[in-house]
């Protein structure tokens, strides 16, 4: 026994010197080849919420809105930084964190000359793109999957399942329309009826985003926002990219619309955390757990995320 705690502990030492290692080389070791960052990247992978950090071994890197935003602010405020480079990949996430940070970077736009760009990955989809949206200028790769312009709520019912294995539900509640998309009946005409214009109106926040941010017609985005995606080359035909290419010609676009002279100094605003780098290793977070969907997992329920939070633009 003392030999595996012995064994133990030095995994976990081993582990903390390399992430310091990489921390130091990847920050100052940055800031000393590249002088003052002129660029600053921001990453935003996986799907886009407003959940809370999952504790002080977590990455400063993630889709959490919050997070995000306040990148974007440090960036505004750094005078030496003349652009944000947006690195997206991306299925999309909740409706109101995927508008938070979209309003942050039109805040950016307009309150200074910050040039935005944003960089499509394999996917830029639905939340994705939403917040790509809000960029002066799109790179997508070729075949990277972007669009699935749209609002979608959805439920389950497994009244019929509960009834084959014996269990009964019982609500208690102060008002008929509390239990709302509740898993455990059927849909009543008058909640999808208010559903129905929870999503309508949602869906019309996201195309009034969308018109703002590129600049675009309601008339000539409607018909290319019915849910369906595009590749990168379907998008720019379409004119919801603006050009075609991988990071480094998004890098190189940065450059240009920022007046950058010479190679542009990037520096990553996102990765804020020391133990960063061994945070999926050390973090109590359960979106660790292996073959779950982390967005079906939370701290108080195993039920699918919709049942907490139904109205969402991931699909």
């Known amino acids: ?61 993630g889709a959490n809105a919050n997070k995000l935003i306040n990148s974007i602010q440090k960036a505004r405020e750094d005078k030496a930084i003349k652009a944000i480079l947006l690195q997206i990949n991306s299925p999309g996430g909740t409706a109101a964190a995927s508008q938070a940070v979209y309003e942050e970077l039109m805040r950016t736009r307009k309150e200074t000359d910050i040039k935005i760009i944003a960089s499509l990955g394999d996917v830029a989809a639905s939340g994705g793109y939403y917040i790509a949206s809000a960029a002066h200028h799109i790179v997508a790769n070729p075949s990277s999957v972007t669009g699935s312009i749209g609002v979608i709520v959805r439920t389950q019912n497994v009244s019929s399942l509960l009834d084959k294995i014996g269990v009964q539900t019982s609500t208690i509640q102060s008002g008929p329309l509390k239990d709302i998309l509740s898993p455990f009946r059927e849909t009543k005409p008058e909640e999808r009826t208010i559903l129905q214009g929870v999503v309508d109106e949602s869906y019309q926040q996201f195309l009034d985003a969308i018109v703002a941010g590129r600049e675009m017609s309601l008339e000539k985005l409607k018909p290319l926002a019915d849910g369906r995606i595009y590749t990168g080359t379907q998008a720019k035909e379409k004119n919801l990219v603006d050009s075609l290419g991988n990071y480094y010609d998004a890098l190189e676009k940065t450059a240009e619309l920022a007046n950058i002279s010479g190679e542009p100094k990037v520096r990553n605003f996102g990765k804020s955390s020391l133990f960063g780098d061994v945070g999926p290793f050390l973090s109590t977070s359960n979106q660790q757990l292996p073959q779950v969907p982390p967005e079906w997992l939370s701290s108080e329920s195993q039920w699918p995320r919709w049942h907490k939070i139904p109205l969402t633009i991931m699909e």
């Open 1 to 61: 026994m003392r030999l595996n705690r012995v064994l133990a502990l030095a995994l976990v030492t081993l582990c903390l010197i390399a992430a310091v290692g990489n921390w130091l080389g990847g920050s100052m070791g940055k800031s000393n080849i590249q002088g003052s960052a002129n660029v600053a990247q921001i990453n935003i992978y996986g799907v886009i919420s407003d959940e809370a950090s999952s504790g002080p071994f977590s990455s400063g890197e």
